[in-house]
């Protein structure tokens, strides 16, 4: 038995609630990528820099932004006593929910580590199909067995998420003004800046793990890494959300408009900066090359300067939204 449903390409490649707003799309919301992740805060966010960093530096949880949006859910947990009846319990949910017509969420379905999109399933082959950042982001979708998701529960301790309608909708402006004052919050966030320079590495946020991504890259010897490529690849796309976002939004603020208009043609910038970037710290670039480090610093710096200055503008238009 195979059931297939349609959903729509990834707009952005983006590891937490990409998958949640084309499954939500797939029932008929017409929520856009950019206020979606305006709303849910992956436009603004940046950390690490590490390879944990875009699924762990999060504004709110898939299951927080089901929420926030009017909709219930249900998590099907991982269980290290009994693997194989938590794999049935959520492989059971996932084919139940795309029966009744919504695609579900599967955390490592397609993907390495992410929430992905399941479409369908083929029961004979206990396979599924969907959409990811990575495989099926685009045409066909990706196909691997339902039982993926087990070779990565230690990263996430939920597997999947069943989405049911809930009794409201979202009232759009408090969701709106609170994902702008989570944006500065974030961005000014010193969490362990008291610790650099230590003989530990320590997580960063916001700014400061912007500042530092660019003095890393300043030394010539520093080798790019798994951190460096996947970051890149990340915030290039979810930070272009940004601008277009409050571009949305402005028309409904006249008292912060001019502002948040200027803001963003600050992430403008630093979007542009983000997609030089990719050549050079990409999956494809050297990881030793002193005469890349040389152009990446620059336009590290460039991109965090745009972003403080976006920020810093968000400051004052919040204040009168």
Same mark, same amino acid.
């Given at each position: 038995?195979?059931?297939?449903?349609?959903?729509?390409?990834?707009?952005?490649?983006?590891?937490?609630?990409?998958?949640?707003?084309?499954?939500?799309?797939?029932?008929?919301?017409?929520?856009?990528?950019?206020?979606?992740?305006?709303?849910?805060?992956?436009?603004?966010?940046?950390?690490?820099?590490?390879?944990?960093?875009?699924?762990?530096?999060?504004?709110?949880?898939?299951?927080?932004?089901?929420?926030?949006?009017?909709?219930?859910?249900?998590?099907?947990?991982?269980?290290?006593?009994?693997?194989?009846?938590?794999?049935?319990?959520?492989?059971?949910?996932?084919?139940?929910?795309?029966?009744?017509?919504?695609?579900?969420?599967?955390?490592?379905?397609?993907?390495?580590?992410?929430?992905?999109?399941?479409?369908?399933?083929?029961?004979?082959?206990?396979?599924?199909?969907?959409?990811?950042?990575?495989?099926?982001?685009?045409?066909?979708?990706?196909?691997?067995?339902?039982?993926?998701?087990?070779?990565?529960?230690?990263?996430?301790?939920?597997?999947?998420?069943?989405?049911?309608?809930?009794?409201?909708?979202?009232?759009?402006?408090?969701?709106?003004?609170?994902?702008?004052?989570?944006?500065?919050?974030?961005?000014?966030?010193?969490?362990?800046?008291?610790?650099?320079?230590?003989?530990?590495?320590?997580?960063?946020?916001?700014?400061?793990?912007?500042?530092?991504?660019?003095?890393?890259?300043?030394?010539?010897?520093?080798?790019?890494?798994?951190?460096?490529?996947?970051?890149?690849?990340?915030?290039?796309?979810?930070?272009?959300?940004? %601008? /277009?976002? $409050? *571009? +949305?939004? =402005?028309?409904? !603020?006249?008292? @912060?408009?001019?502002? &948040?208009?200027? #803001?963003?043609?600050?992430?403008?910038?630093?979007?542009?900066?983000?997609?030089?970037?990719?050549?050079?710290?990409?999956?494809?670039?050297?990881?030793?090359?002193?005469?890349?480090?040389?152009?990446? %610093? /620059?336009? $590290? *710096? +460039?991109? =965090?300067?745009? !972003?403080?200055? @976006?920020?810093?503008? &968000?400051?004052? #238009?919040?204040?009168?939204?």
């Amino acid at each position: 038995m195979q059931k297939t449903l349609n959903v729509s390409n990834y707009e952005v490649f983006e590891a937490n609630v990409e998958a949640l707003r084309l499954a939500l799309n797939a029932q008929g919301e017409p929520y856009s990528a950019a206020w979606f992740h305006g709303v849910a805060g992956s436009a603004f966010r940046i950390g690490g820099i590490c390879p944990c960093a875009p699924t762990c530096t999060f504004a709110m949880s898939p299951q927080q932004v089901i929420k926030l949006l009017g909709y219930e859910y249900t998590e099907f947990p991982y269980d290290d006593a009994d693997k194989d009846g938590a794999l049935e319990k959520a492989v059971t949910a996932v084919r139940a929910s795309i029966d009744n017509g919504v695609p579900a969420m599967v955390w490592h379905a397609f993907s390495m580590c992410e929430w992905d999109v399941v479409a369908g399933y083929d029961a004979g082959e206990q396979m599924f199909f969907g959409r990811s950042s990575g495989p099926g982001n685009a045409g066909d979708y990706a196909k691997k067995p339902w039982n993926t998701t087990l070779s990565t529960f230690a990263s996430n301790g939920v597997m999947a998420i069943a989405i049911q309608k809930g009794p409201g909708g979202c009232d759009k402006r408090s969701a709106e003004i609170a994902a702008i004052r989570e944006a500065i919050r974030h961005a000014n966030d010193t969490e362990n800046t008291d610790k650099l320079g230590g003989s530990e590495w320590v997580f960063l946020q916001g700014k400061a793990a912007y500042n530092r991504w660019a003095d890393d890259f300043s030394k010539p010897e520093y080798k790019r890494g798994l951190g460096d490529a996947y970051c890149i690849g990340i915030y290039a796309s979810s930070h272009g959300m940004a %601008a /277009p976002f $409050l *571009r +949305e939004i =402005a028309p409904n !603020y006249p008292g @912060a408009s001019e502002r &948040l208009l200027q #803001a963003a043609e600050c992430f403008d910038k630093e979007t542009e900066a983000l997609h030089n970037l990719l050549p050079l710290l990409g999956w494809n670039s050297p990881e030793v090359d002193p005469l890349r480090n040389e152009r990446a %610093a /620059p336009l $590290l *710096r +460039e991109a =965090a300067g745009h !972003y403080g200055s @976006a920020i810093d503008l &968000l400051s004052t #238009a919040v204040e009168n939204m």
